[in-house]
């Protein structure tokens, strides 16, 4: 609830720049949330492994199953990350974006989030 409130919020603040500012933010954001994609299947298999564990009563090795694939997640994201910024300039702004002012706002993105 709380994450839907802030990308509300955002898309407000977003919205109040105009058109072409807009259209960046909802390419940049599908672009996020393609790279969290990732990192969020292997969550959902590690609730599913977990579960079985904690539900079996053997809570330290469901312990030592959730810190290993927590590092293993925030690797595969941290790679994947690096791999959409290596592609190119900024993935969205040559291949998505349709207008050369979407395309300059595109490549500024990185900089503003940073």
Do not use: K, N
């Not at 109040?16 to 259209?23: D, F, P």
């Not at 954001?29 to 393609?34: A, C, H, P, R």
């Not at 079985?52 to 694939?69: E, I, P, T």
């Not at 994947?80 to 290596?86: F, R, T």
């Amino acid at each position: 609830m709380a994450w839907r409130a802030a990308y509300v919020f955002s898309v407000s603040v977003v919205g109040s720049m105009g058109t072409v500012a807009l259209a960046t933010h909802a390419y940049t954001m599908q672009l996020i949330l393609f790279i969290l994609l990732f990192a969020a299947t292997l969550g959902l298999a590690a609730e599913i492994m977990v579960g079985h564990l904690v539900g079996a009563g053997r809570l330290h090795q469901a312990d030592r199953l959730v810190r290993r694939l927590l590092g293993r997640g925030l690797l595969m994201a941290l790679g994947v990350s690096l791999v959409v910024a290596l592609a190119g300039r900024w993935p969205s702004a040559g291949r998505w974006a349709g207008s050369p002012p979407m395309r300059r706002s595109s490549l500024a993105a990185p900089c503003c989030c940073a």
